[in-house]
């Protein structure tokens, strides 16, 4: 697979900054086609992964594949990749039409060609009639759609995106992911996507490599990486989790019996064996019924500590035996009182044992 | 076939090109004048490399040798790290070899005693040529492609390249020249060694007497050019805060005009200042005679000797001093004395126990700048020293008539040398990173107080009369020039320009004025040296700020280490690195347009520098990633950005090119003669009116020349200009 046209691979990258290590074992795979996001907090190393993948850093230990050719030494400009910037980096002093024919002509085009060529891909990312404009007289939208028009017309094995929307505000930056997404699917092209923002992450990806410190910490579909986080790091940064301690009674195949206050659940077992564990329960992940103040079967109970009306749902905080659990109701219009007993039904799904 | 062997078969087969067909050696009518391709078989001196081997000369085998193994190299192994390790080791023995060599054997044959007793006698040779030179640059780039093999810096062999070839040329044309000096002290003139003349000079109470402290005659030469330097810089940052509190922080009408002054010293051949105070306050000065008609004393002198050194050096060197003062009183964020007044703090206060104190780093920065420069000053020294020289003028007089010591210069030049360096150390050092001024960016808002009023009226009035001062001064050297004799006979006339630039149009176009000649090796030389310089220094700069190589800091801090030494000591220097073989650049131009060269570099370097830290790096990384090599990005991508920073580095390296004196004094000569020695000349000979006709046709010249360089850069075009978007 890895020597088809647009597979990624790192083996056993390292990269040292002087004394500092920001990546410290890095094994990673990428399918040719496919639209992998790099997700983690801010410093987890994501940037520097991306840069060694494009060149701008060389791997301190450790080989990267691109379409089957190792290129761990090849220069950022003999590399078969190219990259949209956080900032864009247009060439101020170009206009659009340049701008996207420039690495045309670095890679010898004749200028008619590549100023033909730019047309097409401004047409791609929807902006002709643009051509003869500065990169200053476009807006933060414009600029983003030449950047990534300038990138994709060199036809790249694999695209690289390092937090290409966080120079949008919130309602563009939806759009301009979707179109991403569809240029994505559309051509076909391996693209690798860095991010600090889970709900972009969910949207795009085909999969998600979430990191922590330098380290994979789970990879997966982003469904595999909401419905089974495989800690609890990864529970509370995609989407949030409540951790709840809980009990593993038994287990048959790969299912474990659980209980959790008084309810008991059946959930696949992920190879932790019985005894004290831990479930990561999404916010929405209960139906809120008033309480009566005792344990019941099938929920726990608690007591409203505060209540947010937020219009199409309400943000409740409940404390209970289990702590203080932050819970979303998407049902009801009108707020429990603070202090009010609660039961939290089970609905299934959104839970998850964790290790 | 890669890259890597490409570069290779290029650079080996211009190595052996230059091997069959370059002249190995100097040609004493000059290379560029190609008379000698005519003579070349006749004469053996003028045999290319491989000829001179094959007819005896066994200094060269080793380079042919060396070629040879490239050779070997390049046919029986691939490129790779394991290649590129030989490469470094021979490209690294090439150039040691050829220092080596060119070293021990001089045009008698060899240059040490003891080598000739070990070895047996040698012919002599003379020194590098064409062909030599070539291929030094071969193994320098050998050095640098096999570093490109074993993938130092990402494989960028454009990066290494420069970088190897920077280093080889700021050892050669500024390290080697400065270790000459010393060398030059304790040898004979025939060569030997010899530590007597050293022994002379170090304690001759000349340099060293402090008899003035108790009376009993003058100190030395070392004494009073560090009490000068002192009482200038006191004086000019002084004067510098002043300009700079009244331009910031007054009501002052005539603002923009002081800022017009900041201007003056870079445009103003450094000796024209003293000169135009001899026209006024000299003996036969106007002043003087005024004062003289007026009150009937008898002035004399006075204005010979230091005092009237120290008056040409405040003002010329004040306008840097404001420069660099008026960057750290507005520095000083307003925030800080808005506080400082919240606080219940009077202007008085704020402005003593908040602005000063901030204020005091910047202070201590000018005081050393304008230290060092009046160290090196030479011009002003030269015209208004009298019997009481400096030390820039002394180590002149030690090399030029009478005394030819050369031993007795290269003390002095060494003492100047510790000076000014300490003086650089301690800027460096003590001051980096000292500094609180906060440039406020945009979040700053608030004003700067206006200064108390027992300050600001003071302040006012020092910097009115100062101004008029300047003002008066410059007046007398474009007025001076126009009548006939200065202070004796004022009637109008256009003599001296006539004399100067006349032009006769019979039997066709003749430049008959004295001037043309010097004027026009002037033009040429700084037009030669101005991209050079801009080019070299903002390539440093690129390196600088964007590359990382080990040793890095070390580079820069040398580099900015060269800005400190006196033009004189520079001068001294070239003329005994530049004299004999290896290398001989005495009397041509190419040795003008070298000390202009790596004399100025600094500050394209400082400025290359300032202005990359304003391009964002990912600029650089996006044009990688489409594809581009450094050198693409460089041309495409850098330099056109650049645009502000090239200018200024070329209209600052042509302006000090025409200006500079204490260096070029030394390295002019009949055939290239440059405009402000040859107007020192002029002064030296009483034709004032002349020589002040000159120095203002060069600065009218500059002026000019700085606007078409401005139209030939062209504007950086990141906004179009708001008329066209309206005919849109
Ligand atoms: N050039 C550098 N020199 C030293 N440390 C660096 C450099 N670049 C990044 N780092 C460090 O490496 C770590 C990972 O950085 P980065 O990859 O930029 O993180 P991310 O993009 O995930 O926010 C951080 O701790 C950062 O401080
Ligand atoms: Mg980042």
């Known amino acids: ?355 | 076939m890669n890259a890597d062997n490409r570069r290779l078969d290029l650079i080996l087969a211009g190595a052996v090109l230059c091997l069959l067909v370059l002249p190995w050696y100097k040609i004493r009518s000059g290379f560029f004048g190609f008379g000698w391709i005519g003579d070349m078989l006749a004469r053996p001196d003028l045999w290319p490399g491989a000829f001179q081997a094959a007819a005896g000369r066994w200094q060269l085998w080793p380079v042919l040798l060396l070629v040879a193994a490239v050779a070997g190299l390049r046919l029986t192994a691939p490129s790779g790290a394991a290649r590129g390790r030989w490469l470094v080791r021979l490209g690294v023995l090439g150039l040691a070899w050829l220092v080596v060599e060119g070293l021990s054997v001089g045009t008698r044959g060899w240059n040490w005693g003891l080598l000739e007793r070990l070895l047996g006698e040698v012919a002599g040779q003379p020194a590098f040529g064409a062909g030599a030179v070539m291929l030094g640059l071969f193994f320098a780039c050998l050095i640098s492609f096999g570093a490109a093999e074993r993938g130092a810096l990402k494989g960028d062999a454009f990066v290494l390249t420069a970088i190897v070839l920077l280093i080889l040329l700021v050892a050669v044309f500024v390290f080697y020249p400065i270790l000459s000096i010393f060398t030059g002290a304790f040898q004979d003139f025939d060569g030997s060694f010899t530590a007597q003349g050293v022994r002379r000079n170090i304690g001759d109470p000349k340099i060293w007497s402090l008899s003035c402290l108790t009376g009993g005659g003058p100190c030395g030469v070392a004494w009073r050019t560090l009490f000068l330097a002192l009482c200038t810089a006191s004086a000019t940052t002084v004067l510098g805060l002043a300009f700079a509190l009244v331009a910031t922080r007054t009501r002052f009408p005539f603002k923009r005009g002081l800022r017009l002054l900041t201007v003056l010293p870079i445009i103003t051949p450094p000796f024209v200042v003293g000169l135009a105070l001899t026209m006024l306050l000299g003996r036969s000065g106007t002043l003087t005679q005024l004062i003289e008609a007026a009150t009937g004393l008898e002035l004399g002198r006075w204005l010979y000797g230091l005092t009237g050194i120290w008056l040409a050096q405040v003002l010329s060197f004040t306008p840097i001093a404001f420069l660099v003062l008026i960057g750290v009183v507005e520095g000083v964020s307003p925030a800080m004395e808005e506080a400082s007044q919240t606080l219940r703090a009077g202007r008085w206060r704020t402005f003593r126990k908040v602005s000063l104190p901030l204020m005091a780093p910047g202070l201590a920065n000018a005081f050393l700048i304008g230290f060092i420069e009046s160290m090196a000053d030479f011009g002003n020294p030269l015209v208004l020293g009298g019997s009481g020289g400096v030390l820039s003028t002394e180590i002149f007089f030690s090399v030029v008539g009478a005394q030819n010591d050369p031993s007795r210069a290269a003390v002095l030049a060494a003492v100047l040398l510790f000076f000014t360096l300490s003086a650089f150390l301690a800027q460096r050092l003590w001051l980096s990173g000292r500094s609180f001024a906060t440039v406020g960016g945009k979040g700053d808002g608030g004003r700067h107080a206006l200064l108390p009023a027992r300050v600001a009226a003071p302040v006012i009035g020092l910097v009115a009369l100062w101004s008029l001062f300047t003002v008066i001064v410059y007046a007398m050297i474009l007025f001076g020039g126009f009548v006939k004799l200065w202070g004796l006979d004022h009637t109008l006339t256009l003599d001296h320009y006539i004399r100067a630039f006349g032009i006769s149009l019979d039997g066709g176009l003749r430049w008959t004025g004295v001037a043309w000649n010097s004027f026009w090796t002037t033009m040429t030389i700084a037009l030669i040296a101005a991209p050079l310089t801009a080019g070299v220094g903002l390539l440093t700069g690129w390196l600088i700020a964007r590359q990382r190589f080990p040793g890095k800091a070390a580079f820069e801090f040398a580099l900015m280490m060269s800005f400190a030494i006196p033009g004189t000591v520079i001068g001294i220097s070239y003329i005994m690195a530049f004299n004999l073989p290896p290398i001989q650049m005495t009397g041509t131009a190419l040795i003008l347009v070298a000390c202009f060269v790596f004399r100025n570099m600094p500050v394209g370097v400082r400025g290359g520098v300032a202005a990359m830290a304003q391009l964002d790096t990912s600029l650089d990384e996006a044009s990688l990633t489409l594809g581009a090599n450094s050198g693409r990005t460089l041309r495409r991508v850098i330099l056109p950005l650049l645009r502000p920073a090239i200018l200024a580095a070329l209209v600052y390296s042509f302006v000090r090119a025409i200006t500079s004196i204490s260096a070029v004094i030394f390295l002019v000569s009949a055939k290239y003669n440059m405009a402000t020695a040859y107007i020192v000349g002029l002064v030296e000979n009483g034709q004032y009116g002349v020589a002040i006709a000159y120095s203002s046709v060069l600065i009218v010249v500059m002026v000019a020349v700085i606007g078409i360089f401005q139209l030939l850069v062209g504007e950086r075009r990141l906004r179009r200009p708001a008329a066209s978007e309206a005919a849109a």
């Open chain 1, 1 to 355: 697979m890895t020597s088809e046209r647009g597979a990624v691979e790192f083996r056993a990258v390292r990269k040292n900054y002087g004394g500092f290590t920001a990546v410290p074992h890095l094994d990673l795979k990428i399918a040719p086609g496919q639209l992998v996001t790099l997700l983690g907090p801010s410093g987890c190393g994501k940037t520097t992964t991306l840069r060694m993948l494009a060149g701008l850093e060389t791997p301190s230990a450790g080989a990267i594949l691109i379409g089957g050719q190792d290129v761990t030494r090849l220069p950022a400009n003999r590399r078969d990749v190219t990259m949209v910037f956080q900032s864009y980096a247009l060439f101020p002093h170009m206009s659009v039409i340049d701008n996207i024919a420039y690495g045309l002509e670095s890679g010898g085009m004749k200028p008619a060609a590549s100023r033909l060529a730019a047309g097409q891909g401004l047409e791609l990312v929807g902006l002709s009639g643009l051509g003869d404009r500065l990169p200053s007289e476009l807006s933060g939208g414009q600029q983003q759609r030449v950047a990534v028009a300038r990138a994709l017309v060199l036809e790249p094995q694999v695209l690289l995106l390092d937090e290409p929307l966080s120079n949008l505000d919130a309602r563009l930056r939806r759009r301009v992911r979707t179109e991403i997404r569809e240029l994505q699917q559309r051509l076909g092209f391996t693209a690798v996507y860095v991010t600090h923002d889970q709900d972009e992450a969910l949207a795009v990806s085909d999969r998600i490599v979430v990191m922590k410190d330098g380290r994979i910490a789970q990879d997966g579909t982003p469904r595999e990486l909401y419905e089974a986080p495989a800690s609890e790091f990864i529970a509370d940064f995609i989407g949030e989790a409540n951790v709840v301690d809980c009990e593993v009674l038994g287990l048959a195949e790969d299912q474990a019996l659980v209980v959790v206050g008084g309810a008991r659940l059946t959930l696949p077992s992920r190879g932790i064996r019985p005894g004290p564990a831990r479930l990561a329960v999404r916010p929405n992940a209960f139906r809120v019924e008033p309480g009566n103040g005792e344990e019941g079967d099938g929920g726990l109970e608690g007591r409203v500590a505060s209540a947010a009306y937020q219009g199409d749902r309400i943000e409740y905080e409940i404390d209970g035996p289990a702590g203080r659990l932050f819970v979303i109701d998407g049902r009801s219009s009108v707020p429990l009182g603070v202090g009010s007993p609660v039961r939290l039904q089970f609905r299934g799904g959104g839970v998850a044992l964790i290790a």
